[in-house]
């Protein structure tokens, strides 16, 4: 009867590890996002300058309320098409260039690697709204890396 009793327990314990008692989340679907056509302008740069006073929100050039003299503050993204955009900025000097962009898998790389974002909006882009992490510049240390950057049609 112990043998029965424990051979019982054994094939329950083993059923209930094998089964699960809830469904997995499911996985959004990733947005495909298109930045072609319109304007996108500048909104905001939420970013840590390194002054001890941690994450500050940025609107404006604001260059006196940054440790170092950074550069990308703030710009526009213009003339928009599908392979090629135009970085319009007049912080601290006025500056605007022309570069072809790739749009993959939630990474935008403009000008093979002068500046690479990671779109942070990817799952609830709208096409008003783009969030945008900077995570590498090539070339210049002067870009605030880690900086997201908010940016409205």
């Known amino acids: 009867m ?5 051979f019982l327990t054994m094939i ?3 059923a209930l590890m094998s089964t699960s008692c809830c469904k997995d989340d499911p996985v959004p679907e990733p947005t495909d996002i298109e930045i072609s056509g319109e304007d996108w302008v500048f909104q905001s740069l939420v970013f840590d300058a390194g002054l001890g006073d941690g994450l500050k929100t940025y609107t404006s050039c604001d260059q006196d309320l940054l440790d170092e003299n950074y550069r990308m503050i703030n ?3 213009e003339g928009v098409t599908e392979s090629n955009l135009t970085l319009i900025t007049t912080c601290p000097d ?3 260039f022309s570069y072809v962009y790739i749009l993959e ?5 403009i000008g093979s690697g002068i500046m690479v ?8 882009y709208n096409g008003t709204v783009l969030e945008l ?3 590498d510049a090539s070339g210049s240390s ?5 900086g997201v950057y908010t940016f409205t049609r």
Do not use: H, M, Q, S
């Not at 898998?105 to 790389?109: C, E, F, P, R």
């Not at 002067?142 to 880690?146: A, S, T």
């Open 94 to 96: 006025p500056w605007n």
């Open 2 to 6: 112990k043998k029965t009793i424990y």
């Open 133 to 135: 992490e900077l995570t």
């Open 105 to 109: 898998d939630g990474v935008l790389n």
């Open 117 to 124: 974002f990671d779109v942070l909006n990817e799952g609830t």
């Open 75 to 77: 710009f526009n993204i």
């Open 12 to 14: 329950l314990a083993v």
């Open 142 to 146: 002067l870009r605030p890396i880690g």
